[in-house]
Structures are given as C-alpha cells and as structure tokens.
C-alpha cells in the first residue's frame, strides 16, 4: 500500500505528531510518500529527523518554473477536457472577489505539480493533513487524476472549526474517501457537516507518541525551592499564555515562588513580554523560542508542573508529552481535552478564560507533592493505554486498507 501524505508545510516544528504518524505508519509497512506545499526553511528543521524528512518530501513552493510549466504541459497532453474541467471546478470553487479566484487558480497550479509528482512516485491516495490549502490541493487533484484516485482529510482543529464556509469543510468532506478526526468532539463536529450515512467514514484516530521516547524520568522535582511552571506552544492568542503569566504574578503575591518557561515562538512573542514587565515578573519567566523534540526533553525534566491555559484547542499533543513524562497537568475544559485530561485523575482541569481557576489549581499542586506524583503516574497510564503512536498508525493503516481495497 502506498499513499501520500500533503500538508502546506511539512515538516514543522509545531505539528511533529504529524511526522511521528507518518514514521510510525512506515514501520508497519505502508509506503508513505511526503509533499509539501511549501518548502520549510532550513532554519526551522530544528531536530535531525525533521531534516530527515525534509530531505525525502516534494516541495512546490518555491516554484521551479520549468518544473511547474512541464507539470501543466503533462496534464494538459494526458486530458484536455480534464485539464479544462478541473481549472473550472478551481475556479468556481474560489471564494467570491479577485483575491478569492487568484487563490483558486493558485491551488490549479500546485494541484497539477503535486499531480505529477505523485504519479511519479505511484501514489494515487492523497491524505491531506488539516482541512486548509493542502486539501484545496488534494482535491483538484483527485478531481483531475480521474476514478482510480482518491484523498482523505486529517481535521485536528480548532482552525478548521472557526470557519467551515470559507474552508469548504462540507464539499471536501462530500468529497473525500473519508475523514479522520483526533478526537470524539472532531469527529462529532464533523458529523454536523456530513450525511447521515456517511457518518462511518468518519473515523477517530488519536495522535500519539512513541513511547520509547518519553520513558518517564527519575527525577526528583520537589527538592528546588522554586516551582518550575512549563507551557510548550505557539505564542498565539488562543493558547492562553496571558493567563499563565496572569497567575504566576498571584503566585508570586500569595508567597509562592514560581517560575514560567514559555517554550515556542509566534506573534504574540513581544505582547507576552511586556505583560510579563508589567506584571514584575520578567526576571521569573524565560521564553526560550522555538525547540526542537532534540532539546525539548531537557525542559520537560526541568519542570514540576505543566499548564496550557488554551482557550481554543483540538487535543494538544503537549499534554501527551507531559503526561507521558509523569508531569501533573493544569489545563482548560475544553473540546477534545477533556478525552485525555481527566480531572482529579489525570490532570486537573479548569474554566477557560479564569486566570483566577488557573491560579488555584497551581497552587494546590505546588502544595501536594503527592496528588503531583499521582496526577503524574495515572497520566502516563492514560497515555499507554490511548495515544500509542503504533497503535493508532495500526489502525490508520487499516482504514486506508479498507478504503483503498479494489480502488485502480
């Protein structure tokens, strides 16, 4: 079995599930073929096998023109009429205005590139990954290939939630071999967009992690005087960071001394610290930029305790790495997470938007070693039991088998 994998960028830095997955699926004997709408630079393959994985993936953008001129002449030669056909399904599927259809004739472009180097390396099954550009892509693409090929959609969320019109979430569903959410909430948003009887096409398969990579640590965390307060994530408004700082002052305040290691870098990277100016404590958190999985364990057996304030999330691969690592959780309720993250028994979870309920739920592990340590333990069993990345890549590939039986 051999299938593509199309994302618009892979890899990166903040979807390395999507690379575990992919790896994972290889050692259990599917043939995985990557493509990437656009290349990542090299500056940001922060980890040996992010730079593995660079080196075996077909990248459209930057375009070579006379890579992207054959690829047209190629598919106009094999089919005029689907050639003309599929550039008007890419413009008629374009969002209103001109910026809408010089989109939709961007998406013609690249679709007939990754056509070409698809039929090059015997993939006829697209798996795009997030219902964003890539599955514009895979779209035009399968529409243009003809019946013997076909695409699925990976929706994780949050993102692909917020605007399902503009993303034309119902047609790529509608037009998809089928779907995989991360999540029972994924899958039930989802529904919502889907024919009733097309809801067993509709699968949930949980990111995971390969285990032998997060073998919990001996550490002894309680014996540093200061709280040693991790978040690892995108430095964007969703994820909450504000609120992490917003407590870590009141700690402060209450005569608890914490400390914050933001780790991870986006827009929000200067507005988050000058609130941490404003609040008195820049000297109490380090913001480290972008990591990768190389130096990220380090971090992670630094800390004492792991907290994503999110207030929009699909099901945060970080809570998995934390919980694997015998780290006592405070997150949000909220979406998916509630599916890892139980309260009282792997985690603790709290009102999103409530610095006040984040503040509290700090404290109380800073003040009990031991509900840390069986936080810690009980979620490293939920990670075993539930996000083994070869358990899920066993049953991706057995739904792309089913999928795919008898296709040409």
Not at 9 to 19: C, E, G, K, W
Not at 122 to 149: E, K, M, N, Q
Request: with cysteine; proline share 3%.
């Amino acid at each position: 079995m051999r299938i593509g994998y199309l994302a618009s960028r892979y890899p990166a830095v903040s979807h390395t599930f999507v690379l575990r997955e992919i790896r994972a699926l290889r050692r259990a004997g599917v043939e995985v073929e990557t493509f990437s709408i656009h290349r990542t630079p090299a500056g940001e393959l922060l980890a040996d096998v992010d730079r593995q994985e660079a080196s075996r993936t077909y990248n459209v953008l930057p375009a070579r023109i006379t890579d992207l001129v054959s690829s047209h002449l190629m598919a106009f030669a094999r089919s005029p009429r689907g050639y003309a056909a599929t550039l008007a399904l890419a413009v008629r599927r374009a969002t209103p205005g001109l910026r809408g259809r010089l989109w939709g004739l961007f998406y013609f472009g690249e679709a007939m590139a990754v056509w070409r180097a698809a039929r090059r390396r015997g993939v006829r099954h697209l798996h795009a990954i997030f219902a964003d550009g890539a599955s514009d892509v895979a779209l035009l693409v399968t529409y243009y290939g003809g019946p013997s090929w076909s695409f699925s959609i990976a929706v994780h969320g949050p993102i692909e939630f917020y605007d399902v019109t503009a993303n034309h979430l119902a047609e790529k569903l509608a037009a998809a071999r089928f779907a995989v959410a991360i999540s029972d909430f994924g899958r039930s948003q989802l529904m919502t967009l889907t024919a009733r009887e097309r809801w067993r096409d509709l699968h949930v398969v949980r990111c995971g992690l390969d285990l032998a990579e997060f073998a919990a640590g001996s550490r002894e965390r309680s014996a540093r005087a200061d709280t040693e307060i991790i978040c690892v994530g995108r430095l964007i408004a969703f994820k909450g960071q504000s609120l992490l700082l917003e407590a870590c002052a009141e700690l402060v305040r209450r005569g608890l001394p914490a400390r914050v290691t933001l780790v991870g870098a986006g827009e929000m990277g200067g507005d988050l610290e000058r609130l941490s100016g404003r609040l008195g404590i820049s000297d109490r958190v380090r913001f480290t930029g972008a990591v990768g999985q190389d130096d990220l364990r380090a971090l992670y057996d630094a800390s004492d305790i792991f907290c994503l304030p999110s207030l929009s999330e699909g099901l945060p691969v970080v809570l998995m790495e934390a919980l694997a690592l015998e780290l006592p959780v405070v997150t949000t309720r909220i979406m998916g997470i509630g599916e890892l993250v139980e309260d009282q028994r792997t985690g603790l979870l709290v009102a999103p938007g409530r610095a006040d309920q984040v503040t509290d739920a700090l404290q109380r592990l800073i003040g009990d070693p031991e509900l840390r340590a069986r936080l810690g333990a009980a979620g490293r069993e939920k990670v075993i039991a539930q996000y083994d990345v070869t358990r899920s890549a066993a049953r991706l590939a057995a739904i792309f088998a089913a999928a795919l039986e008898g296709s040409g």
